[in-house]
């Protein structure tokens, strides 16, 4: 039961500082002016009125549709929504930045009966103790009739100390210890729900690194994140996927899924697969969310084990 701990960008990626720029740290200040409507309490890690941020790198994303990489519009305004939120995190992921650093955030609706999903969804994928400044327009329609939701952000970022933007590559068998330093450290909260250690914890990593691929995520020389995953037949098995707990909340889960899906495709499988425990309520809920539906349940070590597959 390898798979799915959420305990759980490939080419270089660009400087956007410009050359002979010396970049400043950047400073987030939250403005809620007590003159105006303040953000109730439940909608303060996803609401405010606006955020300030020292100049730095500033990258502008403009509208995403719910539009998968192959071209085919999600259906749905859920679907949609989450594809969109989806598109932009890779943008940003490609231009070395976070969703932290997201000042502004624009989303455009078709349908005002989609506003309580909206704020649904991104209390499940953006929350922050600094959210976006956040504007929700509702619109006669887009410019693909077939879009229920569009969403523009602007970000902006500094690389005060010679930040190194996030690096993914495959293992080596010399990442064998830190591989198990982090999925020991991301399952290792998972050992007394379940009372025992997890499989990921006991698995033989010398040999894994040899017979399966590994995909890493550092940052500024730190193994934050990892996919371990295995070719088969008529899909592509997503045997471990471990996120530091120090960067949790980060959306690194979801970025090392989608890593995984353009493998998959890029191998010529429209399917992903996975298990993970029944007890992992908070696993589980990760992966519906992502897309992915339950095949079976059957027993697993004392418990139940819960597989699961997407349609890409």
Same mark, same amino acid.
């Given at each position: 039961m390898?798979?799915?701990g959420?305990? +759980?960008p490939?080419a270089a990626e660009p400087? +956007?500082?410009g050359?002979?720029?010396? !970049?400043e &740290?950047t400073?987030v200040?939250?403005?809620?002016? #007590?003159?105006?409507w303040?953000? #109730?309490?439940?909608f303060?890690?996803?609401? /405010?009125?606006?955020?300030?941020?020292? #100049?730095?790198?500033?990258?502008? =994303?403009?509208?995403q549709f %719910?539009?998968?990489p192959?071209?085919?519009?999600h259906e %749905?305004f859920?679907d949609?929504?989450? &594809?969109?939120?989806d598109?932009v995190e890779?943008?940003?992921?490609?231009a070395?930045? &976070?969703?932290?650093? =997201?000042?502004?955030?624009t989303?455009?609706? /078709?349908?005002? %009966?989609?506003l309580?999903?909206l704020g649904q969804?991104r209390?499940?994928?953006?929350?922050?103790?600094?959210?976006?400044?956040?504007t929700? +327009?509702? =619109?006669?329609g887009?410019a &693909? #009739?077939?879009?229920?939701?569009?969403v523009?952000v602007?970000a902006?970022?500094?690389?005060?100390? %010679?930040?190194?933007?996030?690096r993914l590559?495959s293992a080596?068998?010399?990442d064998v210890?830190?591989?198990?330093?982090?999925?020991q450290?991301a399952?290792?909260?998972?050992?007394?729900?379940?009372g025992r250690?997890?499989?990921?914890m006991?698995?033989? *990593?010398?040999?894994a690194?040899r017979?399966?691929?590994?995909d890493?995520?550092e940052?500024d020389g730190a193994?934050?994140?990892l996919?371990e995953?295995?070719?088969?037949?008529?899909?592509?098995?997503?045997?471990?996927l471990?996120?530091?707990?120090?960067?949790?909340?980060q959306g690194?889960?979801?970025?090392?899924?989608r890593h995984?899906?353009d493998? !998959?495709?890029? +191998?010529?499988?429209? /399917?992903?697969r996975?298990g993970t425990?029944?007890a992992?309520?908070g696993n589980?809920?990760? *992966?519906?969310?992502?897309?992915?539906v339950?095949?079976?349940?059957?027993?697993?070590?004392g418990g139940v084990g819960v *597989?699961l597959?997407?349609t890409?």
């Open positions: 390898g798979a799915a959420r305990h +759980l490939r400087d +956007l500082s050359p002979g720029l010396k !970049a &740290r400073t200040t939250i403005i809620n002016p #007590p003159t105006v303040t953000v #109730p309490e439940p303060r890690t996803i609401y /405010t009125h606006a955020r300030a941020a020292q #100049p730095g790198r500033t990258l502008f =994303v403009s509208g %719910g539009v998968a192959d071209g085919r519009m %749905g859920a949609q929504l989450a &594809r969109a939120m598109n890779a943008t940003l992921a490609a070395g930045m &976070r969703l932290p650093d =997201v000042a502004k955030a989303f455009f609706l /078709t349908r005002a %009966g989609d309580p999903m969804v209390r499940a994928r953006w929350a922050s103790e600094a959210p976006a400044a956040v929700v +327009l509702v =619109v006669a887009l &693909r #009739p077939d879009a229920l939701v569009e523009e602007t902006v970022a500094a690389d005060p100390d %010679g930040h190194v933007p996030d590559r080596t068998k010399e210890p830190r591989i198990e330093a982090l999925v450290t399952y290792a909260t998972w050992v007394p729900i379940i250690e997890p499989t990921p006991t698995a033989d *990593y010398a040999l690194v017979t399966n691929r590994f890493l995520l940052r193994l934050v994140a996919v995953t295995i070719p088969r037949a008529d899909h592509l098995w997503i045997e471990n471990a996120v530091s707990p120090a960067c949790h909340g690194l889960g979801r970025r090392m899924l995984a899906e493998m !998959a495709r890029a +191998l010529g499988h429209m /399917t992903v996975l425990n029944q992992f309520a589980v809920d990760f *992966y519906r969310r992502a897309g992915f339950v095949e079976r349940e059957e027993p697993f070590r *597989y597959s997407k890409l």
